[in-house]
C-alpha cells in the first residue's frame, strides 16, 4: 500500500474534480446513497456572533485569496504531470488554482469558507466546489473541520466574493460525511494548524455499497496550505488519491496581501 506524504510544516487538505476521472470514486465517496441516514455536523453548530478574533476567523482568514500549486508543479518530474486517476494506478501531480472565500451562510455554521479550484490555468474548467465549515468549543477553542460537498454545485460557480450568494444555502442542499469524519484540529500555533481524519474512524458506504475509510490531511498557514485526501478500501487498496503521490503544495499567489 503507498504511503500518503504530507508536505512539512508549517502548512493544509480535500478530493478532485467534478469531471476529471479521479471525481468519480470521490464523489461516490462524499455521497452516499440518498435516503441513508448520515450523521450531520450541522447538529453541532454554537451560537452565532462569536468574536472576530477567534481562533476560527484567523484560519479563514487566512484562506480568503487566491492560491496555486505553480511552484510545486514546475519543480515536479515530468513523468508524474499525468492525467489524475482513479484509484492509485500511477503517481501523479496536476496543476491547480484555487480561490478561497469566506461567505455568509449562517446555516451551516459561523466561520465558512467556500472553495473553488480551477485545473491548468486561473481561468480553467472548475476542478472542485467545497465548503469548509470550522467549529470550536464553547471557550473557543478551534476544535476541527466539516467538509460539504454540493448537490448541485453549478449555481454557485464563480460566487465566491458575492455578498449574499450562499445566505441561504442550507443542509439540503449539501452532502455531508458520517459521524467521525470531521477533521481534528491538530498541533495548533500561531505559524498553522493542521486538521485531520483518518480512515480507521470516518468510514462511508458509496452509492456502490462499497465500504471505504477516508484519510485527509489539511494543513494552513498564512501563506501556504497542504493538501491529500485519500479513500481506502476494505482490502487496503485505494479508491482514489489526491493526489497521486505528495500532498499539494499551495502557495498564495496575491503576495501583495501580507498575513504573515
Known amino acids: 500500500m503507498k504511503t500518503l506524504i504530507a508536505t512539512s510544516l508549517p502548512i493544509i487538505l480535500l478530493a478532485a474534480c467534478q469531471t476529471a476521472p479521479v471525481d468519480a470514486p470521490e464523489a461516490e465517496a462524499a455521497g452516499t446513497a440518498r435516503g441513508e441516514v448520515l450523521y450531520n455536523p450541522l447538529e453541532r453548530i454554537g451560537e452565532p456572533g462569536r468574536d472576530a478574533y477567534s481562533q476560527a476567523a484567523l484560519v479563514t482568514g487566512w484562506l480568503d485569496g487566491a492560491w496555486s500549486n ?122 498553522g494548524y493542521v486538521f485531520d481524519v483518518r480512515a480507521g474512524d470516518c468510514a462511508i458506504t458509496a452509492r456502490s455499497g462499497r465500504r471505504m475509510g477516508i484519510d485527509a490531511l489539511v494543513e494552513i498557514a498564512p501563506r501556504r496550505i497542504g493538501y491529500s485526501e485519500a479513500g481506502v478500501l476494505e482490502d487496503g487498496s485505494y479508491a482514489f488519491l489526491v493526489p497521486g503521490g505528495p500532498a499539494y503544495d499551495f502557495r498564495r499567489v496575491d503576495p501583495g496581501d501580507d498575513r504573515e
Open 70 to 191: 505553480e511552484a510545486q508543479y514546475a519543480f515536479t518530474p515530468e513523468e508524474m504531470k499525468r492525467e489524475p486517476a482513479a484509484g492509485a494506478p500511477y503517481d501523479w501531480l496536476d496543476l491547480q488554482f484555487a480561490q478561497f472565500h469566506t461567505v455568509d451562510a449562517p446555516e451551516i455554521g459561523d466561520h465558512v469558507v467556500y472553495l473553488e479550484w480551477r485545473s491548468d490555468a486561473a481561468d480553467g474548467p472548475i476542478s472542485r466546489q467545497r465548503l469548509w465549515a470550522f467549529r470550536e468549543d464553547e471557550s473557543g477553542e478551534l476544535t476541527g473541520m466539516d467538509f460539504f460537498t454540493f448537490r448541485d454545485p453549478a449555481p454557485f460557480a464563480g460566487r465566491g466574493a458575492e455578498p449574499g450568494a450562499f445566505t441561504s444555502l442550507g443542509p439540503d442542499d449539501l452532502i455531508a460525511y458520517p459521524e467521525g469524519c470531521t477533521l481534528t484540529a491538530r498541533a495548533p500555533a500561531w505559524m
